[in-house]
Protein backbone atom coordinates (compact mmCIF):
# COMPACT_ATOMS: atom_id res chain seq x y z
CA UNK A 1 0.00 0.00 0.00
CA UNK A 2 1.29 3.68 -0.30
CA UNK A 3 1.29 5.81 2.74
CA UNK A 4 1.71 9.40 3.22
CA UNK A 5 2.63 10.63 6.83
CA UNK A 6 2.03 13.99 8.21
CA UNK A 7 3.77 15.12 11.23
CA UNK A 8 3.25 17.81 14.08
CA UNK A 9 4.76 18.34 17.02
CA UNK A 10 8.09 17.83 18.63
CA UNK A 11 10.84 15.76 17.09
CA UNK A 12 10.32 12.89 19.04
CA UNK A 13 7.44 12.61 16.88
CA UNK A 14 9.17 12.96 13.67
CA UNK A 15 11.65 9.99 14.95
CA UNK A 16 8.51 8.43 15.66
CA UNK A 17 7.20 8.57 12.25
CA UNK A 18 10.57 7.80 11.10
CA UNK A 19 10.20 4.33 12.59
CA UNK A 20 6.87 3.58 11.35
CA UNK A 21 7.59 4.30 8.04
CA UNK A 22 10.78 2.24 8.71
CA UNK A 23 8.64 -0.82 9.66
CA UNK A 24 6.35 0.13 7.06
CA UNK A 25 8.80 -0.02 4.12
CA UNK A 26 10.08 -3.34 5.70
CA UNK A 27 6.89 -4.75 5.49
CA UNK A 28 6.83 -4.11 1.59
CA UNK A 29 4.43 -0.90 1.27
CA UNK A 30 5.86 2.58 -0.11
CA UNK A 31 6.21 5.60 1.21
CA UNK A 32 4.47 9.02 -0.19
CA UNK A 33 4.67 12.50 -0.51
CA UNK A 34 1.14 13.08 -1.62
CA UNK A 35 -2.52 12.31 0.62
CA UNK A 36 -4.32 12.09 -2.65
CA UNK A 37 -1.67 9.11 -4.09
CA UNK A 38 -1.95 7.35 -0.52
CA UNK A 39 -4.00 3.81 0.46
CA UNK A 40 -3.72 5.57 3.65
CA UNK A 41 -2.71 8.49 5.65
CA UNK A 42 -1.45 8.53 9.20
CA UNK A 43 -1.57 11.47 11.06
CA UNK A 44 1.16 12.21 13.89
CA UNK A 45 -0.03 14.63 16.54
CA UNK A 46 0.78 17.01 19.10
CA UNK A 47 -1.57 18.13 21.91
CA UNK A 48 1.07 20.52 23.67
CA UNK A 49 -1.10 23.70 22.79
CA UNK A 50 -4.41 24.08 21.84
CA UNK A 51 -3.12 25.78 18.79
CA UNK A 52 -1.21 22.69 17.53
CA UNK A 53 -4.26 20.17 18.46
CA UNK A 54 -6.08 22.36 16.31
CA UNK A 55 -3.81 21.52 13.14
CA UNK A 56 -5.04 17.36 13.19
CA UNK A 57 -9.02 18.80 13.53
CA UNK A 58 -8.36 20.83 10.79
CA UNK A 59 -6.10 17.88 8.79
CA UNK A 60 -8.95 15.74 9.68
CA UNK A 61 -11.72 17.84 7.57
CA UNK A 62 -9.61 17.90 4.51
CA UNK A 63 -8.93 14.06 4.73
CA UNK A 64 -13.24 13.25 5.14
CA UNK A 65 -13.00 15.36 1.82
CA UNK A 66 -10.44 13.22 -0.15
CA UNK A 67 -12.46 10.49 1.39
CA UNK A 68 -15.15 10.86 -0.43
CA UNK A 69 -13.37 10.61 -3.53
CA UNK A 70 -11.50 7.90 -2.68
CA UNK A 71 -13.51 5.76 -0.35
CA UNK A 72 -11.27 3.00 0.14
CA UNK A 73 -8.31 5.78 1.75
CA UNK A 74 -7.94 4.71 5.18
CA UNK A 75 -7.03 6.94 7.89
CA UNK A 76 -4.86 6.84 11.08
CA UNK A 77 -4.61 9.20 13.68
CA UNK A 78 -0.80 8.18 16.11
CA UNK A 79 0.77 10.60 18.39
CA UNK A 80 -0.46 12.51 21.92
CA UNK A 81 -3.93 13.45 20.33
CA UNK A 82 -4.55 10.38 20.21
CA UNK A 83 -3.34 9.41 23.46
CA UNK A 84 -5.61 12.20 24.67
CA UNK A 85 -8.62 11.84 23.05
CA UNK A 86 -8.81 8.04 22.45
CA UNK A 87 -12.52 6.80 21.42
CA UNK A 88 -13.28 10.68 20.63
CA UNK A 89 -11.41 10.29 17.64
CA UNK A 90 -12.27 7.08 16.83
CA UNK A 91 -15.71 7.80 16.99
CA UNK A 92 -15.51 10.20 14.27
CA UNK A 93 -16.47 8.63 10.85
CA UNK A 94 -13.57 9.57 8.33
CA UNK A 95 -10.85 7.76 11.17
CA UNK A 96 -10.27 4.34 10.93
CA UNK A 97 -8.04 3.47 13.43
CA UNK A 98 -6.62 5.44 16.56
CA UNK A 99 -3.11 4.72 18.22
CA UNK A 100 -0.93 5.74 21.30
CA UNK A 101 2.94 6.77 21.43
CA UNK A 102 3.57 3.38 23.05
CA UNK A 103 2.17 1.44 20.03
CA UNK A 104 4.13 2.12 17.11
CA UNK A 105 5.65 -0.97 17.15
CA UNK A 106 2.69 -2.29 15.84
CA UNK A 107 2.53 -0.54 12.79
CA UNK A 108 1.97 -3.25 9.63
CA UNK A 109 -0.05 -5.04 12.08
CA UNK A 110 -2.32 -2.14 12.27
CA UNK A 111 -2.22 -1.83 8.76
CA UNK A 112 -3.65 -5.04 8.05
CA UNK A 113 -6.44 -4.90 10.81
CA UNK A 114 -7.12 -1.37 9.18
CA UNK A 115 -7.10 -3.01 5.70
CA UNK A 116 -9.67 -5.53 6.68
CA UNK A 117 -12.23 -3.33 7.54
CA UNK A 118 -11.62 -3.01 11.70
CA UNK A 119 -12.12 0.34 13.33
CA UNK A 120 -10.17 0.05 16.57
CA UNK A 121 -8.76 1.84 19.20
CA UNK A 122 -4.40 0.50 20.23
CA UNK A 123 -2.92 1.97 23.31
CA UNK A 124 -0.77 -1.01 24.49
CA UNK A 125 2.95 -0.39 25.40
CA UNK A 126 4.97 -2.08 22.92
CA UNK A 127 8.57 0.62 23.31
CA UNK A 128 10.82 -2.78 23.97
CA UNK A 129 10.33 -4.29 20.84
CA UNK A 130 12.07 -1.29 19.58
CA UNK A 131 15.58 -1.48 19.07
CA UNK A 132 18.61 -0.80 17.15
CA UNK A 133 18.11 -3.25 14.52
CA UNK A 134 14.24 -1.56 13.74
CA UNK A 135 14.09 -0.04 10.76
CA UNK A 136 13.88 3.52 10.27
CA UNK A 137 13.03 5.69 7.47
CA UNK A 138 15.64 9.05 7.61
CA UNK A 139 14.69 11.82 5.44
CA UNK A 140 18.34 13.13 5.49
CA UNK A 141 21.33 10.90 5.18
CA UNK A 142 24.22 12.89 7.10
CA UNK A 143 22.43 13.84 10.69
CA UNK A 144 19.94 11.39 12.34
CA UNK A 145 17.69 11.52 15.16
CA UNK A 146 17.85 8.85 18.20
CA UNK A 147 15.13 8.70 20.75
CA UNK A 148 17.10 7.62 24.13
CA UNK A 149 14.17 8.00 26.84
CA UNK A 150 10.70 7.88 26.13
CA UNK A 151 8.20 9.48 28.88
CA UNK A 152 8.54 12.24 31.24
CA UNK A 153 8.07 12.29 34.91
CA UNK A 154 8.27 15.99 35.62
CA UNK A 155 4.45 16.53 35.60
CA UNK A 156 5.34 20.52 35.45
CA UNK A 157 1.88 21.77 36.20
CA UNK A 158 1.19 23.15 32.96
CA UNK A 159 1.96 19.75 30.68
CA UNK A 160 0.25 17.40 29.09
CA UNK A 161 3.31 15.13 27.80
CA UNK A 162 3.69 12.74 30.82
CA UNK A 163 -0.09 12.16 30.25
CA UNK A 164 0.77 11.06 26.56
CA UNK A 165 3.95 9.78 26.99
CA UNK A 166 3.82 7.65 30.09
CA UNK A 167 6.70 7.37 32.18
CA UNK A 168 10.47 7.42 31.51
CA UNK A 169 11.76 4.74 30.08
CA UNK A 170 15.35 4.60 29.09
CA UNK A 171 16.74 2.28 26.10
CA UNK A 172 19.63 -0.06 27.21
CA UNK A 173 22.99 1.94 26.58
CA UNK A 174 24.13 -0.98 24.44
CA UNK A 175 21.44 -1.10 22.61
CA UNK A 176 21.73 2.93 21.57
CA UNK A 177 25.52 2.63 20.95
CA UNK A 178 24.40 -0.27 18.20
CA UNK A 179 22.18 1.86 17.02
CA UNK A 180 24.74 4.79 16.37
CA UNK A 181 27.35 2.01 14.98
CA UNK A 182 24.77 0.88 12.28
CA UNK A 183 24.21 4.41 11.12
CA UNK A 184 28.04 5.68 11.30
CA UNK A 185 28.43 2.49 9.21
CA UNK A 186 25.78 3.98 6.87
CA UNK A 187 27.64 7.33 6.28
CA UNK A 188 25.77 9.12 9.56
CA UNK A 189 27.86 11.64 10.93
CA UNK A 190 25.84 13.40 13.34
CA UNK A 191 23.26 12.29 15.60
CA UNK A 192 20.68 14.20 17.81
CA UNK A 193 19.90 12.13 21.33
CA UNK A 194 16.19 13.03 22.31
CA UNK A 195 14.34 12.73 25.47
CA UNK A 196 12.01 15.12 26.98
CA UNK A 197 14.33 15.41 29.55
CA UNK A 198 17.85 13.82 28.37
CA UNK A 199 19.31 14.35 31.26
CA UNK A 200 16.92 11.86 33.08
CA UNK A 201 18.52 8.93 30.57
CA UNK A 202 19.38 6.19 32.61
CA UNK A 203 18.19 7.04 35.81
CA UNK A 204 14.84 4.72 35.44
CA UNK A 205 17.65 1.41 34.88
CA UNK A 206 19.16 1.18 38.16
CA UNK A 207 22.08 -0.27 36.50
CA UNK A 208 24.73 3.28 36.36
CA UNK A 209 24.21 3.96 33.12
CA UNK A 210 23.66 8.06 32.24
CA UNK A 211 23.74 10.56 29.72
CA UNK A 212 27.47 11.59 30.21
CA UNK A 213 28.64 8.11 29.77
CA UNK A 214 26.41 7.74 26.61
CA UNK A 215 28.01 10.56 25.08
CA UNK A 216 31.58 9.46 26.60
CA UNK A 217 31.25 6.16 25.04
CA UNK A 218 29.38 7.32 21.66
CA UNK A 219 32.30 9.91 21.24
CA UNK A 220 34.96 6.51 20.90
CA UNK A 221 32.39 6.00 17.76
CA UNK A 222 34.94 8.03 15.28
CA UNK A 223 32.71 8.46 12.68
CA UNK A 224 30.07 10.48 14.51
CA UNK A 225 31.50 14.01 14.23
CA UNK A 226 28.78 15.48 15.86
CA UNK A 227 26.47 14.49 18.69
CA UNK A 228 23.78 16.65 19.89
CA UNK A 229 21.30 16.02 22.53
CA UNK A 230 17.70 17.17 23.53
CA UNK A 231 16.16 18.61 26.02
CA UNK A 232 18.22 19.40 29.16
CA UNK A 233 15.66 19.98 32.34
CA UNK A 234 17.72 22.79 34.50
CA UNK A 235 17.53 20.64 37.44
CA UNK A 236 19.11 17.43 36.13
CA UNK A 237 21.83 19.15 34.15
CA UNK A 238 24.82 17.61 35.92
CA UNK A 239 28.00 18.33 36.58
CA UNK A 240 29.79 15.24 34.83
CA UNK A 241 27.59 16.31 31.65
CA UNK A 242 29.35 19.61 31.63
CA UNK A 243 32.48 18.24 31.62
CA UNK A 244 31.64 15.72 28.92
CA UNK A 245 30.50 18.32 26.85
CA UNK A 246 33.61 20.74 27.80
CA UNK A 247 36.38 17.75 27.09
CA UNK A 248 35.40 17.32 23.29
CA UNK A 249 34.39 19.99 20.29
CA UNK A 250 32.62 17.02 18.90
CA UNK A 251 29.68 17.21 21.45
CA UNK A 252 27.44 20.10 20.76
CA UNK A 253 27.66 23.28 22.80
CA UNK A 254 24.08 23.73 21.94
CA UNK A 255 21.99 23.49 25.19
CA UNK A 256 18.37 23.96 25.28
CA UNK A 257 17.65 24.65 29.01
CA UNK A 258 13.73 25.98 29.30
CA UNK A 259 13.49 28.14 31.92
CA UNK A 260 9.70 29.07 31.04
CA UNK A 261 9.49 32.05 33.32
CA UNK A 262 11.52 34.31 35.15
CA UNK A 263 9.65 34.64 38.36
CA UNK A 264 10.34 32.42 41.51
CA UNK A 265 6.40 32.49 42.23
CA UNK A 266 5.43 31.54 38.82
CA UNK A 267 7.87 28.72 38.62
CA UNK A 268 6.64 27.22 41.95
CA UNK A 269 3.38 27.50 40.76
CA UNK A 270 4.76 25.44 37.39
CA UNK A 271 6.17 22.91 39.56
CA UNK A 272 9.18 22.91 37.37
CA UNK A 273 11.21 22.94 40.86
CA UNK A 274 14.10 24.93 40.56
CA UNK A 275 14.26 28.86 41.28
CA UNK A 276 15.17 31.80 38.91
CA UNK A 277 18.74 32.07 41.17
CA UNK A 278 19.72 28.00 40.50
CA UNK A 279 19.34 28.42 37.42
CA UNK A 280 21.13 31.43 36.84
CA UNK A 281 24.05 29.89 38.99
CA UNK A 282 23.85 26.58 36.40
CA UNK A 283 24.25 29.01 34.05
CA UNK A 284 27.12 30.90 34.94
CA UNK A 285 28.69 27.39 35.68
CA UNK A 286 27.84 26.02 31.71
CA UNK A 287 29.07 29.62 30.90
CA UNK A 288 32.46 29.14 33.00
CA UNK A 289 33.57 25.72 31.78
CA UNK A 290 31.91 25.99 28.31
CA UNK A 291 32.77 29.27 26.76
CA UNK A 292 31.06 28.96 23.75
CA UNK A 293 27.77 27.33 25.39
CA UNK A 294 25.08 28.57 23.02
CA UNK A 295 22.32 28.35 25.36
CA UNK A 296 18.45 28.51 24.10
CA UNK A 297 15.35 27.92 26.19
CA UNK A 298 11.40 27.87 25.95
CA UNK A 299 9.32 30.65 27.58
CA UNK A 300 5.60 30.43 28.50
CA UNK A 301 3.57 33.70 28.63
CA UNK A 302 0.23 34.43 30.46
CA UNK A 303 0.27 31.48 32.99
CA UNK A 304 -2.29 31.59 35.43
CA UNK A 305 -1.28 34.29 38.21
CA UNK A 306 1.49 35.79 35.70
CA UNK A 307 1.25 40.12 36.60
CA UNK A 308 2.74 42.57 35.31
CA UNK A 309 6.11 42.20 38.06
CA UNK A 310 5.80 38.18 37.05
CA UNK A 311 6.26 39.00 33.33
CA UNK A 312 8.58 41.92 33.62
CA UNK A 313 11.19 39.17 35.29
CA UNK A 314 11.30 37.46 32.59
CA UNK A 315 11.71 39.78 30.45
CA UNK A 316 15.03 41.41 32.57
CA UNK A 317 15.98 38.00 32.15
CA UNK A 318 15.88 37.66 28.50
CA UNK A 319 17.99 40.90 28.83
CA UNK A 320 20.26 39.96 31.09
CA UNK A 321 21.23 35.87 29.47
CA UNK A 322 20.79 36.78 26.01
CA UNK A 323 20.02 33.80 24.83
CA UNK A 324 20.75 32.22 20.89
CA UNK A 325 17.30 31.43 20.44
CA UNK A 326 14.29 31.55 22.31
CA UNK A 327 10.72 29.47 22.01
CA UNK A 328 7.98 31.66 23.45
CA UNK A 329 4.36 30.63 23.86
CA UNK A 330 1.42 31.64 25.27
CA UNK A 331 0.04 29.52 27.97
CA UNK A 332 -2.60 26.85 27.23
CA UNK A 333 -4.82 25.52 29.62
CA UNK A 334 -4.60 21.51 28.58
CA UNK A 335 -6.96 19.06 29.57
CA UNK A 336 -5.73 17.08 32.43
CA UNK A 337 -3.23 18.63 34.00
CA UNK A 338 -2.80 20.64 37.44
CA UNK A 339 -3.03 24.28 36.03
CA UNK A 340 -5.81 23.20 33.81
CA UNK A 341 -7.89 22.09 36.76
CA UNK A 342 -6.77 23.94 39.92
CA UNK A 343 -5.82 27.31 38.65
CA UNK A 344 -7.98 29.82 36.60
CA UNK A 345 -6.70 31.31 32.95
CA UNK A 346 -7.03 34.50 34.39
CA UNK A 347 -4.32 36.54 32.03
CA UNK A 348 -6.69 37.61 29.03
CA UNK A 349 -5.98 36.62 25.96
CA UNK A 350 -5.15 39.99 24.84
CA UNK A 351 -2.11 40.78 27.19
CA UNK A 352 -0.65 37.33 26.30
CA UNK A 353 -0.51 38.47 22.89
CA UNK A 354 0.78 41.96 23.96
CA UNK A 355 3.50 40.08 25.86
CA UNK A 356 4.74 37.53 23.38
CA UNK A 357 5.11 40.29 20.70
CA UNK A 358 7.35 42.32 23.12
CA UNK A 359 9.54 38.90 23.70
CA UNK A 360 9.40 38.03 20.08
CA UNK A 361 10.85 41.80 18.99
CA UNK A 362 12.95 41.88 22.11
CA UNK A 363 14.69 38.23 21.19
CA UNK A 364 15.09 39.55 17.64
CA UNK A 365 17.08 42.91 18.84
CA UNK A 366 19.33 40.48 20.66
CA UNK A 367 19.97 37.92 18.14
CA UNK A 368 20.65 40.09 15.35
CA UNK A 369 22.83 42.05 18.22
CA UNK A 370 24.56 38.45 18.73
CA UNK A 371 24.67 37.62 14.89
CA UNK A 372 26.50 41.27 14.17
CA UNK A 373 29.67 39.78 16.04
CA UNK A 374 29.87 36.88 13.98
CA UNK A 375 30.73 38.61 11.08
CA UNK A 376 33.79 38.70 8.55
CA UNK A 377 34.62 36.09 11.04
CA UNK A 378 35.33 32.58 9.48
CA UNK A 379 33.49 29.71 11.54
CA UNK A 380 33.41 25.90 11.20
CA UNK A 381 30.46 24.02 9.84
CA UNK A 382 29.54 20.81 8.49
CA UNK A 383 27.22 21.04 5.59
CA UNK A 384 23.91 19.89 5.62
CA UNK A 385 22.14 20.33 2.26
CA UNK A 386 20.63 22.19 0.04
CA UNK A 387 17.69 25.22 0.44
CA UNK A 388 15.18 25.90 -2.38
CA UNK A 389 16.95 28.40 -4.21
CA UNK A 390 20.01 25.92 -4.59
CA UNK A 391 22.23 27.64 -1.75
CA UNK A 392 24.09 25.19 0.24
CA UNK A 393 23.52 25.69 4.34
CA UNK A 394 25.50 23.38 7.19
CA UNK A 395 25.93 24.52 10.89
CA UNK A 396 28.51 25.14 14.04
CA UNK A 397 29.05 23.20 16.87
CA UNK A 398 26.85 25.63 18.66
CA UNK A 399 23.87 25.49 15.82
CA UNK A 400 24.25 28.36 14.33
CA UNK A 401 23.07 28.18 11.12
CA UNK A 402 25.33 29.59 7.85
CA UNK A 403 23.73 29.68 4.46
CA UNK A 404 26.27 30.05 1.33
CA UNK A 405 26.94 29.30 -2.44
CA UNK A 406 29.05 26.47 -3.63
CA UNK A 407 29.14 23.15 -5.50
CA UNK A 408 26.66 20.28 -4.15
CA UNK A 409 29.79 18.16 -3.67
CA UNK A 410 30.43 19.67 -0.31
CA UNK A 411 27.72 18.43 1.62
CA UNK A 412 28.55 16.53 4.36
CA UNK A 413 32.25 18.23 4.31
CA UNK A 414 33.30 20.13 6.88
CA UNK A 415 34.22 23.76 6.15
CA UNK A 416 35.28 27.00 7.48
CA UNK A 417 33.23 29.80 6.01
CA UNK A 418 33.55 33.45 5.92
CA UNK A 419 30.40 35.56 6.90
CA UNK A 420 29.52 38.42 4.93
CA UNK A 421 25.87 39.71 5.86
CA UNK A 422 23.72 38.61 8.83
CA UNK A 423 20.09 38.79 9.93
CA UNK A 424 18.22 37.41 13.25
CA UNK A 425 18.30 34.27 12.24
CA UNK A 426 21.00 32.59 9.91
CA UNK A 427 24.18 33.89 8.67
CA UNK A 428 25.05 33.95 5.52
CA UNK A 429 28.80 33.43 3.99
CA UNK A 430 30.62 35.81 1.69
CA UNK A 431 30.29 34.26 -1.84
CA UNK A 432 32.75 31.55 -2.76
CA UNK A 433 34.59 32.16 0.46
CA UNK A 434 35.05 29.03 2.07
CA UNK A 435 38.00 26.38 2.59
CA UNK A 436 37.49 22.92 3.59
CA UNK A 437 38.81 21.88 6.57
CA UNK A 438 40.72 18.37 7.18
N1 LIG B 1 10.48 18.73 28.10
C1 LIG B 1 10.69 20.04 27.71
C2 LIG B 1 9.59 20.67 26.88
C3 LIG B 1 8.49 19.91 26.31
S1 LIG B 1 7.11 20.74 25.64
C4 LIG B 1 10.91 20.91 28.96
O1 LIG B 1 10.71 20.50 30.05
O2 LIG B 1 11.20 22.05 28.81
C5 LIG B 1 7.83 22.09 24.77
C6 LIG B 1 7.48 23.43 25.30
O3 LIG B 1 6.11 23.68 25.12
C7 LIG B 1 7.69 23.62 26.79
O4 LIG B 1 9.01 23.91 27.10
C8 LIG B 1 6.78 24.78 27.11
O5 LIG B 1 7.43 26.01 26.97
C9 LIG B 1 5.67 24.64 26.07
N2 LIG B 1 4.43 24.19 26.67
C10 LIG B 1 4.17 23.00 27.24
N3 LIG B 1 2.89 22.96 27.70
C11 LIG B 1 2.35 24.18 27.42
C12 LIG B 1 1.07 24.77 27.66
N4 LIG B 1 0.13 24.11 28.29
N5 LIG B 1 0.87 26.02 27.22
C13 LIG B 1 1.84 26.70 26.59
N6 LIG B 1 3.05 26.21 26.34
C14 LIG B 1 3.32 24.95 26.75
FE1 LIG C 1 6.34 18.72 30.08
FE2 LIG C 1 7.77 19.41 32.19
FE3 LIG C 1 7.99 16.96 31.16
FE4 LIG C 1 8.97 19.06 29.85
S1 LIG C 1 9.66 18.29 31.82
S2 LIG C 1 7.76 17.38 29.01
S3 LIG C 1 7.50 20.66 30.32
S4 LIG C 1 6.19 17.82 32.15
FE1 LIG D 1 3.69 17.57 21.18
FE2 LIG D 1 3.65 15.18 22.19
FE3 LIG D 1 5.93 16.23 21.42
S1 LIG D 1 2.45 16.89 22.88
S2 LIG D 1 5.61 18.40 21.77
S3 LIG D 1 4.25 15.73 20.13
S4 LIG D 1 5.61 14.92 23.15
Same mark, same amino acid.
Given at each position: MKIAFKTYGCQM??????????LLIEAGHEIVEKEEEADVVI?????????????????????????? $????????????????????????????????TRSIAKIPEFLERAAKGEKFLEMSDYLDEINWSTPRYHTNNHHAWVTI???????????????? $??REKSRPMDDILQEVRTLANKGYREITYLGQNVDSYGKDRNDGSNLATLIRKTLEIPEMD??????????????????VIASSDRVSRSIHLPIQSGSD?????????????EYLKLIEKIKTKIPDASISTDIIVGFPGETEE???????????? $???????AMYSPREGTVSAKYFKDDVSHEI????????????? $???????????????????EGTLKDGKLY????????????????LIGQKLSVKIGTVTAGPLYGAVENHSVID
Open positions: NVNDTETMAGVNTCAVREKAEKKLYGKLGRLKALKK $RNKTLIVGVAGCVAEKEKEKLLNRDEVNFVIGIYGCNKFCSYCIVPYT $RGRIWYLTSYPKDFSDELIEKILKAMNRGYTKGDYLETKELLESI $RYERVNLKVKRLNELLELQK $RINREINEAYKAKELPIIVGRTINNKIVIFEGPKE
